[in-house]
Nanobody
Framework: QVQLRESGGGVVQPGGSLTLSCGAS????????MAWYRQAPGKERELVAT???????IYADSVKGRFTISRDNAKNTVYLQMNNLKPDDRAVYYC???????????WGQGTQVTVSS
């Protein structure tokens, strides 16, 4: 199974920015849809943004206009640029990648994002 690893989390003040990265290690298959999810304390995991291999993007309403998802297919890497961060954005952010037929879904281990003054 594909191993995904996120990086870039940390502590930032409200209004600040962070960029998350997620790469597939080792020899990996052709990755199709890639996505970022997040899970805040006491809440269910939710979709933040997803991007197809061709670059079509979908965002949760709560992050539209503030977050941008992108990917580098040659590097099997997906990014999440997060601007104007709010305290409600505090969560563990997880990378997800789908590949294969039948479809296999792989997850990273998560990276913590804390927004606090």
């Amino acid at each position: 199974q594909v191993q995904l690893r996120e990086s870039g989390g940390g502590v930032v003040q409200p209004g600040g920015s962070l960029t998350l990265s997620c790469g597939a290690s080792g020899i990996s298959p052709r990755l199709d849809d890639m996505a970022w999810y997040r899970q805040a304390p006491g809440k269910e995991r939710e979709l933040v943004a997803t991007i197809t291999r061709g670059g079509n993007e979908i965002y949760a309403d709560s992050v539209k206009g503030r977050f941008t998802i992108s990917r580098d297919n040659a590097k099997n890497t997906v990014y999440l640029q997060m601007n104007n961060l709010k305290p409600d954005d505090r969560a563990v952010y997880y990378c997800n990648a789908k590949y294969g037929n039948p479809v296999i879904s792989s997850w990273g281990q998560g990276t913590q994002v804390t927004v606090s003054s």
